[in-house]
């Protein structure tokens, strides 16, 4: 890995220094969900950025599940009822 | 539908109320609102219109539709998530053109299998055929940059054309919207169900 002083040299069009980067990776592991359970100890950044891609990906199974039981509550439920008592439940 | 945009819920003490699932799902009351309204939009015109059997996939296109009209296109994720659905839209519109036309000519003939439906592909979150194919071609932006940004990059629309810098910004917002739409669907989902 070179060093800081090295890069921010080189690239001159874009100051962006390490500490950003480990910086925004940290922001990123405090929205993962298991940091709530650690400590927040500092995870390697590739570590940070593979649980994000599965956490992602996670995310992403459970729109499609929950899209699924949507249209077939849509199907079964009565739509103007369930509309007026999400409404109600909105504005209170 | 009321301006859900100006009235803020008041505080409400009760824990079990349904009003909770809205303010719970984001930092501040009025982006979740405008997640609700415009999905909840988008659910009762997908109700009126869209047959059953093509439900499921409207239903998961709305959700990331709403997604991204709630967060605004001053992000570079929710530009790539519109951009998209506009241009998923056009090429159907297009197709659909194609094929009325091809009926209508070759009316005694059986149509070619490759007019038929020409790769009706479910999009999942971030991919498209055009994102799949600047893919292959796009190298790491930065030398420091991990391996595993590479997959981070598929996940997240728009992520191809990142930095870096911006790839991890770009990701810590899809994913707090990410998790308050999910948490608006289950929400929704347990409303439907206690009916």
């Avoid at chain 1, 298991?34 to 990906?57: G, K, W």
């Avoid at chain 2, 948490?183 to 989902?189: A, C, D, I």
């Amino acid at each position: 890995m070179s060093s800081r002083r090295s890069r921010s040299r080189q690239s001159g069009s874009s100051r962006i220094t390490d500490e950003q980067i480990s910086d925004l990776v940290s922001k990123l592991q405090d929205l993962l969900p298991e940091a709530r359970l650690r400590n927040n100890d500092r995870m390697p950044s590739s570590r940070v950025l593979q649980e994000t891609c599965n956490y992602i990906r996670s995310l992403h199974r459970e729109v499609d599940d929950l899209s699924e039981r949507l249209s077939e509550l849509l199907a079964t439920s009565d739509m103007s009822s369930a509309q007026a008592a999400i409404i109600r439940s909105l504005l209170m | 539908m009321d301006r859900k945009r100006t009235t803020p819920p008041p505080p409400n003490p009760n824990p079990s109320s349904p009003a909770l699932l809205v303010t719970r799902a984001a930092a501040s009351p009025s982006k979740a609102h405008m997640l609700a309204f415009h999905f909840l939009r988008a659910l009762s015109r997908i109700h009126r219109v869209t047959p059953v059997r093509r439900r499921t996939r409207t239903i998961r296109r709305a959700a990331y539709s709403s997604m991204a009209r709630a967060a605004g296109p001053r992000r570079a994720w929710s530009r790539a998530l519109l951009g998209q659905a506009r241009s998923r839209r056009a090429r159907t519109l297009a197709r659909r053109a194609v094929l009325v036309r091809r009926r209508v000519l070759t009316a005694a003939a059986p149509s070619s299998p490759a007019a038929r439906g020409g790769g009706r592909f479910i999009a999942a979150g971030g991919e498209t055929s055009a994102a799949a194919a600047s893919r292959a071609a796009l190298p790491p932006r930065q030398a420091g940059e991990p391996p595993r940004a590479d997959a981070l990059r598929r996940l997240v629309p728009g992520g191809d054309a990142m930095e870096y810098c911006s790839l991890l910004e770009e990701t810590a917002d899809y994913l707090r919207s990410l998790r308050a739409q999910v948490q608006l669907m289950q929400g929704l989902v347990d409303l439907f169900s206690c009916q």
